[in-house]
């Protein structure tokens, strides 16, 4: 009999070995977390959870975005976890449409400080749990998040559980109970977005995952076959069980293609910008006379608003958006998405003369972009799921983190991700 | 547009009255599931969780069963449903097949003991909760436990949140937040069956009310119609959405209709032990030349294992657990279902006189027996769904009561239930 998807992923998640390139990512993608997790830390979800957190007090083992003292590591797992999604503008990994960091990266910090572990056994568990939590998403398969589940807390309890459960130096069979808890706890609701809980899903993800790591270590008995067995969690929650998800486990690593996001709206927009922002410096806002944008159908009920009136609603439209590009504006900026800027009379000029169209030979990740000036046309195009050159993807999160949070504070966070993961150095600049 | 079941649920969960017929039957199972809880306090699953609340710490909230001092709400409340549930011998409510004191009473009893309630409040709480629970489970209806959900933990859960959220004073529209954060969190797998998955499953739900309500209470935004709506807790998970569960509420109390387990096996061997019991003391077992059984043929695939070779399979077999009855052991405890019972000389040769049948024009909670002695043939009937008489009920309860913890504690345990509920006074006696 071949060995179930449970034992699979609890051999993977105890053995692997994760390749150069993937602690690259990784490295990269701790900064943009803790940069995210900073940035978001006053969100009204994340004050609001660190608050009981911090009442509810005890053991100090793990430091909280945003407070001083330390509590315990499921507690810290929790805020982190919310406080880091709360600004909605960390990682997202295509392949099973998620958000991997935020689930998984609050687990594996919270528990590597608590058991005082290495930083380099730090940062591969994380990396680890991130493609544990991708992995079980493709074995989910798109009919999981069509029925209405969030991959970002479903898949992601299994990969904190993932990293927590490596980092308590679980061996297989204790893995695998703690990934059969975490089938009979995986829940999040895509009904939730707009909500605050939709960032708490993460903090869920994240907390689940060092509980049910924790127990396994204490001898907790849970079905060691809980994901794939009769009535398990991918039977009772849509999942196809797609053997894509085992695919070259091991040798690949599907987290080397995460996506991070630039721009601080929609991420269905995330193509467009980039298109233009790669034309702006030709154009000349007052001379532009029509731009015309192609992207992939799904999209048009998703990001396509034609006339925002709010910050909010400007995040979902491809024309203010676009506009603002052209007009100079820095979307990376959480802050340029104000009521007043979908009013500006500049902006709202230049946004009426964007169209939008459907092109369902474009990917879902692509899009194409015609400027026409007095004097000529500009086209340009983009996928976000092609890869960046190692400097640029380095420099642009760099860029990013300095945005959120100043040049110095990113810089420190720099040293303590990307130059060499540190677990002390990491957790001192969350506490702020 | 007439109110959804998240609005209806939460004004019921605010507002509602219970009725003295309802809040006598939660007194008795006030009792019921504290001499479980202390009964069950040092099974292996408790023992973990109690060891890992331990541990984490944190502020002197509530107390934890087994243990000395106090924790927070939320970490009780998931200790003391686990070990509430770890004997298996709570009470269980058939118009949704799930177990609601486990969920609900260590919620409630968390809150209260935490906000330093009113005793009559805590009771109400508890009692509307179970109520919830139970009525929410029968709008879920049967498809959502045949998909493989364990309603003590999904229904439990919005139970717990009401009994917290009723106790934290949430009023309706928080309350209908705090419904719809567990809409997004309700999770437990009846594949977890035979696992301290199961009873996990009650701590869960318990602790998951208390974070739920107390989120709520700080101003916590979900979806407050997140039951119901487009792809919201009813339909990700195979909810029927039947409007049963609302028929009467308010008026109608579910809740006094839910069954205590008399013996310490599987609930689907009672009826039979029942019936049998009522005859028992007219039987000579060695002048029994046969006994014959009909049942509903739905349990004859869950506990009619013919020669159970230990204690644990002894409590899902028919034959031998009609043969203890009849040679006069006591079925109500635990303790009498040992290995050496299953291999008793006497008990086989009584067990394998005994015959087994199903019935279909029985109910699932009926049974018929029909012993054959030398000299005549004596016929019973019960049904456990039948109300007992209030006299009858109150001291089989405190008969069991006494059987788990002893006389003198299960009488202390009764004047702080029965007599009239006192939180201050049950969590003493939680904590030993």
Chains 1, 2 share one sequence.
């Not at 503008?89 to 910090?109: E, N």
């Not at 695919?247 to 601080?264: I, N, P, Y």
């Not at 029509?290 to 925002?308: F, Q, T, Y």
Request: glycine share 12%; with cysteine.
């Amino acid at each position: 009999m071949s060995m179930g998807a449970t034992a699979r992923f609890a051999g993977f998640a105890v053995d692997a070995v994760p390749g150069e390139a993937a602690r690259r990512i990784l490295r990269l993608s701790l900064l943009d977390w803790a940069a995210c997790a900073i940035g978001g830390a006053d969100e009204p979800v994340a004050r609001i959870l660190r608050d009981m957190a911090v009442e509810d007090g005890g053991r100090a083992e793990a430091s909280v975005v945003g407070a001083v003292g330390r509590l315990p590591a499921r507690a810290a797992a929790l805020v982190n976890g919310a406080a880091s999604h709360a600004l909605d503008f960390d990682d997202t990994h295509f392949a099973h449409i998620g958000h991997p960091s935020v689930a998984v990266i609050p687990a594996a910090l919270a528990v590597a400080e608590k058991m005082g572990a290495d930083d380099a056994a730090f940062a591969d568990a994380a990396l680890v749990g991130a493609e544990v939590s991708v992995r079980l998403g493709v074995w989910l398969g798109r009919g999981h998040y069509q029925t209405g589940f969030h991959q970002t807390a479903t898949a992601g309890l299994f990969g904190a559980v993932a990293a927590a459960g490596r980092l308590l130096g679980l061996d297989a069979g204790q893995m695998a109970h703690a990934l059969g808890l975490a089938a009979t706890r995986a829940a999040g609701l895509k009904s939730q977005f707009g909500t605050m809980g939709k960032p708490y899903h993460a903090g869920m993800a994240a907390a689940a995952g060092v509980e049910c790591a924790a127990l396994a270590a204490r001898g907790f008995v849970s079905r060691p076959d809980g994901i794939e067995c009769a009535q398990g969690f991918g039977t009772t929650h849509a999942g196809g069980a797609d053997a894509a998800g085992f695919d070259g486990m091991g040798e690949v690593w599907l987290f080397e293609t995460v996506s991070h996001k630039f721009h601080a709206c929609c991420h269905g927009t995330h193509a467009v910008l980039e298109a233009l922002a790669g034309i702006a410096d030709a154009v000349v806002p007052g001379e532009v006379s029509a731009v015309e944008i192609a992207v992939h159908p799904r999209w048009l009920s998703v990001c396509d608003l034609p006339e925002p009136a709010t910050g909010l609603e400007a995040k979902f439209s491809f024309r203010l958006t676009a506009a603002m590009v052209l007009a100079g504006l820095d979307t990376g900026l959480s802050g340029t998405f104000t009521d007043a800027a979908a009013r500006d009379p500049a902006l709202v000029a230049l946004r009426d003369r964007v169209r939008v169209a459907g092109d369902d030979g474009l990917a879902e990740t692509a899009a194409r972009v015609r400027v026409t000036c007095v004097d000529r046309v500009i086209e340009a195009a983009h996928d976000i799921a092609a890869p960046f050159a190692a400097d640029v993807l380095d420099a642009r999160l760099r860029a990013k983190a300095a945005g959120l949070l100043g040049a110095e504070r990113a810089g420190a966070l720099a040293e303590v991700t990307v130059e060499a993961p540190q677990v002390a150095g990491l957790a001192a600049l969350l506490r702020g």
